[in-house]
Each structure stands twice: as C-alpha cells, then as structure tokens.
C-alpha cells in the first residue's frame, strides 16, 4: 500500500496548482471603476439614449495581473482594463467585433493569437451586454451574455 501522506500530500499541491491558474469573477457591485487616463475613447462613456449598454468586467486574481487588457470595438482600441476592474460603455446599435487583447498590446492583430478574442454582437439598444475577461485552468477567457435592460 502507498504511502497516504505522500498522496495527501500530492493531491494537495496539484489543487493549489489548478486553483492557482484561475481568476475570480466579479460583480458590478465588487469590481473597481478604470481610470479615465485609460480610456482612448472617452465619448462611449457618456450614456446615449437608443444606444447598446456594454460592460466589461475583468477577473481579479494574480493570473494576468502584470499586464492590462487592451479592449478594441471594430479593430479600434479604445480602453485598457485591470484586474478587478469594470467598465460601461454605450454603443450604437449594430453588428460590432467586441475584442480583447491579454497581453496589453495597443495594436489590433488580425492575426489568430493566444491572447486575443473577438466575439460579433448584433448591438440592440434594448438590451444590455456583459463580456467577462478572465483565466480558467490556465486558459485565457473571454465570454458574453445579453439580457434585456
């Protein structure tokens, strides 16, 4: 029989391990607002009636921590996100490429790359977006989901 401290001891590390390449997802209510001084378009934060509400809510957790998220609408950069942090913004309706850049590039690639997601929404102005930016299992996320304002 194997030594039961040995694979305590193992099954231990290796959940600190998998725990430890994660993020916490954030309410609105718990994340921090982002800095003026990084928002590159300061005209989508006013609030426009007939206009898509979008959020971004970045993860907090030390994953990823080092860098901010570059946030593009349609190729055009237009904010940088921290951990922990949120931000609003108003969109005309339309089909938009909502995109998000990990690494804390400013330029848009085009290219497929590991650290950059886009997600195509049909912007309605009655509805509102959320996309969250996080880590799970040592895998860069990036999801959406809509509901009714």
Not at 39 to 44: A, N, S, T, Y
Not at 47 to 70: H, M, T
Not at 94 to 104: D, E, K, Q
Request: hydrophobic share 40%.
């Amino acid at each position: 029989m194997k030594n039961p401290l040995r694979i305590l001891t193992l099954l231990t590390i290796t959940t600190f391990f998998i725990a430890g390449c994660s993020t916490t997802p954030m309410t609105k209510e718990s994340a921090r607002g982002i800095p003026l001084g990084r928002v590159v378009k300061r005209e989508l934060l006013a609030p426009k009636a007939n206009y898509a509400q979008i959020s971004f809510l970045r993860d907090s957790g030390i994953v990823g921590s080092a860098v901010y998220s570059s946030l593009f609408i349609d190729g055009e950069r237009f904010a940088e996100l921290d951990h922990g942090e949120m931000l609003t913004i108003w969109l005309e309706p339309g089909i938009h490429t909502i995109s998000v850049n990990m690494a804390g590039e400013q330029n848009f690639h085009k290219e497929p790359n590991d650290l950059v997601r886009s997600i195509e929404i049909d912007a309605k102005s009655e509805r509102v977006y959320n996309f969250r930016i996080g880590w799970s299992l040592g895998q860069y996320m990036f999801e959406a989901s809509s509901s009714p304002k």
